[in-house]
């Protein structure tokens, strides 16, 4: 028998059956063709957000760091300057301190050195104290009794004496003072300090006694003319 047919419907052959396939791909393949560049589409602009993003960012924080460091840099410059001023004004009041110091110091040495200056009399005593005060300074021997004596014996304590007839008036420099010095003596033996005055009792005892010293050893060895 055959089969039976249900009323209404047809039998789909082979060939309706591929039709019908074939109609099914092409809508598939449509579908997927307008579908693609859309998603392509929302790929690429997803996948574009991030990286606008971080460069944005990334130049703000670059432009933020750089103004940090050059901030840091004007700070710096100003504590180095600032350090520079400090330590030159502690310099320059250490030495203005040394200064005055050593000012002070002179200034007080000088008070001391007046104050051990004895003052001397104005007579024979005084004369020889004081030939003797620099003679001890300038380390020439001598002693008070060793002077006097020989003063005495030259000029009986006159600062004024002159000896116009011995060999060395005839010879045009005559013996002056009170130890009978003549100029080239004087000149020879005078010590720095005292006048350059054959005539002044102080200079003459004291260049007299520089001359003794050189030749006899000291005034106190010597016991006649000179």
């Given at each position: 028998m055959s089969a039976s047919r249900i009323?209404?419907?047809?039998?789909?052959?082979?060939?309706?059956?591929?039709?019908?396939?074939?109609v099914a791909t092409l809508s598939a393949a449509a579908v997927a063709f307008?579908?693609?560049?859309?998603?392509?589409?929302?790929?690429?602009?997803?996948?574009?957000?991030?990286?606008?993003w971080t460069q944005a960012v990334g130049g703000a924080q670059t432009k933020t760091l750089q103004g940090h460091l050059s901030a840091q840099n004007v700070i710096s410059q100003a504590n180095a300057k600032a350090a520079a001023k400090i330590k030159a004004d502690a310099d320059a009041k250490a030495k203005a301190e040394a200064a005055a110091k050593k000012a002070r110091e002179q200034k007080a040495a000088a008070s001391r050195s007046a104050a051990?200056?004895?003052?001397?009399?104005?007579?024979?005593?005084?004369?020889?104290?004081?030939?003797?005060?620099?003679?001890?300074?300038?380390?020439?021997?001598?002693?008070?009794?060793?002077?006097?004596?020989n003063v005495m014996r030259e000029s009986s304590g006159n600062p004024m004496a002159i000896n116009n007839w011995d060999i060395n008036?005839?010879?045009?420099?005559?013996?002056?003072g009170l130890l009978q010095v003549i100029l080239p003596t004087f000149k020879a033996y005078h010590v720095k300090g005292t006048k350059f005055d054959?005539?002044?009792?102080?200079?003459?005892?004291?260049?007299?006694?520089?001359?003794?010293?050189?030749?006899?050893?000291?005034m106190d060895n010597v016991n006649s003319a000179y």
């Open positions: 009323p209404g419907h047809s039998r789909l052959t082979k060939a309706h059956k591929l039709s019908i396939a074939g307008s579908l693609a560049p859309a998603g392509a589409a929302e790929v690429q602009t997803v996948n574009a957000a991030p990286v606008a051990r200056t004895p003052v001397f009399a104005n007579n024979l005593d005084g004369w020889i104290k004081e030939a003797l005060f620099i003679m001890k300074k300038e380390g020439i021997p001598g002693t008070y009794a060793g002077i006097h004596k008036a005839q010879n045009g420099i005559p013996s002056k054959q005539y002044d009792p102080v200079a003459n005892i004291v260049a007299a006694c520089n001359y003794a010293a050189d030749r006899y050893g000291s």
